[in-house]
């Protein structure tokens, strides 16, 4: 079982929707939480970063952690053409990061 | 401030030959790490130095190795290259070891192996 499942999509929504991408992680000595943010040709960009349960925002983007369910969510508001892109969420424990294989964004203008 | 640079961006290699890729982290993050990236597989972890020394290590061959210099900079340098090292290599950077700070990366290097 790889340390973070992540649905690979793809994903393709309407521009202005609201954007749900979600992973789950197996072990229960979690530290920190991220979602990076991956255009073609390029590195990971980082979005979040997030130690706590709970809702963490930044601008369109919130991100959620439910440690008791193991479940990790990137909601993006307001979606725009620009954030069409992969997303890739991780974890770190064992003072390693581990890495979801990303979903693929595309948002339709 | 400039981010993670790597180089170079494309490399094109076959198959035995050996390749040594570059890093330059962020300016004052001690930590750089380096990654896999492949479509199947996703972002996989080689390994990590921290102060010139490696702190953490994946699980991928001997043939995989790196080393990091006093001023942070990391090489990265695979030896008898196969096919199945066609990949992006990613280079990331963060202040310190141990994951409580986040990582950076680079923009990577593509290798492909003929």
């Known amino acids: 079982q790889k340390e973070v499942e992540q649905d690979p999509g793809p994903l393709s929504v309407p521009e202005g929707a609201i954007v749900s991408l979600n992973c789950t992680y197996s072990?229960?000595?979690?530290?920190?939480f991220m979602w990076y943010r991956q255009y073609s040709r390029k590195g990971p960009e980082l979005l979040m970063y997030?130690?706590?349960?709970g809702n963490k925002e930044d601008g369109r983007f919130t991100a959620q952690v439910d440690k008791s369910s193991k479940y990790i969510s990137l909601f993006i508001r307001d979606s725009q053409p620009s954030d069409s892109a992969t997303y890739l969420c991780a974890r770190v424990g064992g003072n390693q990061f581990y890495f979801g294989t990303g979903t693929s964004l595309t948002v339709i203008p | 401030k400039a981010g993670v640079t790597q180089t170079p961006r494309y490399l094109i290699k076959t198959r035995g030959q050996q390749v040594t890729l570059s890093c330059s982290p962020i300016s004052g993050h001690r930590s750089v790490s380096w990654y896999q990236q492949t479509p199947g597989q996703g972002l996989q972890f080689l390994f990590e130095?921290?102060?010139?020394?490696?702190?953490n290590k994946g699980n991928f061959p001997g043939r995989f190795s790196g080393r990091q210099f006093s001023n942070s900079r990391s090489e990265m340098n695979v030896s008898t290259l196969e096919l199945g090292d066609s990949a992006l290599y990613l280079c990331?950077?963060?202040?310190?070891?141990?994951?409580?700070?986040?990582?950076?990366f680079g923009d990577g290097t593509r290798l492909s192996i003929l």
């Open positions: 072990n229960s000595a979690f530290q920190y």
């Open positions: 997030t130690y706590s349960s």
């Open positions: 130095y921290f102060s010139e020394t490696q702190r």
């Open positions: 990331a950077s963060s202040l310190g070891s141990g994951g409580n700070q986040p990582q950076h």
